[in-house]
């Protein structure tokens, strides 16, 4: 039976070997690609105008945009203009950006549930071509519309998908949102919790957990050698948990550990400190929180994540040959 299964593209490809990846992924059965937007490096709106526009059928999302950082009617825009490139095909990720990065750049992440609520809640409205007046603590918007004069008037089909790590915003997704991008770097028993808080967010908007899509990021490092899949996996591991606390705190590895290769780990880091701190990983975190290994080992740890609530895993191939990763999940 055929399982849905998707594509994750950051920063480790050069893009227009990214273009070769989606094509393939898409004659190869996926149903979609996400492009990420975390560190200083590349922006997830122009790859997805790009894989929009060399493929037919498979969905690009963004895994995830932040909600700070783009005018609530230029993001409205921004995904009308995808839509128009790909229409029926665009997802909106949508995250509550992290620390120390957003205080770095000078955003104050306040209240962050209340500034998801209204950014959801006004960009829903924009792209069903609705006119807006709108007064919260983060969004004000008067009178505005998406201000189409030569092409499609009609609602636009945009998912919107929020990014949820910590257990308000995964109860908020619940009740507001399309679906959850559930995180990477998670057992896969993370979930159970997640589908609860889900579940409670929904009962207040009247659905059921059914209703929710849920997606999640998954890394996949594929290998016929099974040392060097764990290996480029370490690698991986080294930087997101000193980089990207909320990732570190979710998949349970402990803060002593953490501390030490952030101790090593400058910023941005270099290639010379993950290499100086990767012995700090345990292989057997890698195990629990990434599918790493083999073909078959990869596709095993995969389907316990399925098992544990997820529709649709969304692969992160964090080095190595892409096209055997895609081989490995392929559909078609």
């Given at each position: 039976m055929k399982q849905r299964v998707a594509l994750y593209l950051q920063d480790a490809h050069d893009l227009r070997a990214g273009l070769d990846y989606v094509r393939y992924a898409e004659v190869r059965g996926f149903e979609a690609v996400w492009q990420a937007e975390?560190?200083?490096?590349?922006?997830?709106i122009v790859p997805m105008a790009a894989y929009a526009a060399v493929t037919e059928r498979i969905k690009?999302?963004?895994?995830?945009?932040?909600?700070?950082?783009?005018?609530?009617?230029l993001l409205?825009?921004?995904?009308?203009?995808?839509?128009?490139?790909?229409?029926?095909?665009i997802i909106c990720g949508i995250g509550a950006w992290w620390d120390p990065l957003a205080k770095n750049v000078g955003i104050e992440r306040k209240k962050p549930l209340v500034a998801m609520r209204e950014t959801v809640t006004v960009l829903r409205r924009l792209?069903?071509?609705?006119?807006?007046?709108?007064?919260?603590?983060?969004?004000?918007?008067?009178?505005?519309?998406?201000?189409?004069v030569h092409g499609r008037r009609e609602p636009r089909n945009v998912p919107i998908m929020i990014g949820?790590?910590?257990?308000?915003?995964?109860?908020l997704t619940g009740e507001i949102a399309d679906g959850v991008v559930l995180n990477y770097?998670?057992?896969?028993?993370?979930?159970?919790?997640?589908?609860?808080?889900?579940?409670?967010?929904?009962?207040?908007a009247g659905r059921t957990l059914d209703?929710?899509?849920?997606?999640?990021?998954?890394?996949?490092?594929?290998?016929?050698?099974?040392?060097?899949?764990?290996?480029t996996t370490r690698e991986l591991l080294t930087q997101?948990?000193?980089?990207?606390?909320?990732?570190?705190?979710?998949?349970?590895?402990?803060?002593?550990?953490?501390s030490e290769i952030q101790s090593i780990l400058g910023w941005p880091a270099t290639h010379e400190q993950i290499q100086r701190a990767k012995h700090l990983v345990p292989e057997d975190l890698i195990h629990r929180i990434t599918a790493s290994g083999t073909p078959d080992e990869a596709r095993a740890k995969v389907e316990e994540y399925r098992r544990n609530g997820c529709t649709c895993p969304i692969l992160y191939p964090v080095g190595g040959d892409v096209r055997l990763l895609i081989d490995t999940f392929a559909q078609e």
């Open positions: 975390s560190r200083l490096v590349r922006d997830a690009v999302g963004s895994g995830v945009i932040n909600n700070w950082t783009r005018n609530i009617g409205a825009a921004t995904f009308l203009t995808l839509d128009d490139l790909a229409p029926n095909r792209l069903n071509m609705e006119r807006v007046t709108f007064h919260g603590e983060f969004v004000h918007v008067d009178g505005i519309e998406l201000d189409v949820a790590t910590g257990d308000q915003m995964m109860e770097c998670v057992p896969p028993e993370y979930n159970l919790k997640a589908l609860e808080l889900l579940e409670k967010g929904a009962r207040k209703d929710l899509d849920r997606p999640q990021l998954v890394v996949c490092s594929v290998d016929y050698d099974h040392d060097k899949a764990i290996d997101y948990l000193a980089q990207q606390p909320h990732i570190a705190k979710a998949s349970g590895v402990s803060m002593d550990v953490v």
